[in-house]
């Protein structure tokens, strides 16, 4: 295992990364309505 320099560098913060890019993109293909539903 290489040395950890910084939170970037940790597995699990570029697993969350990809997974909320796939949550964004997802969220793009909902109605309006829905999306304010999300954010409120």
Sequence with gaps: MS???SHKDLE???ESM???EDVY???Q???PEEKYGLSS
Excluded: G, K
Aim: charged share 20%; hydrophobic share 55%.
């Design 3 to 5: 040395e950890i320099i």
């Design 12 to 14: 699990v913060y570029n």
């Design 18 to 20: 990809d997974l909320i």
């Design 25 to 27: 993109r997802v969220t």
């Design 29 to 31: 293909l909902f109605p």
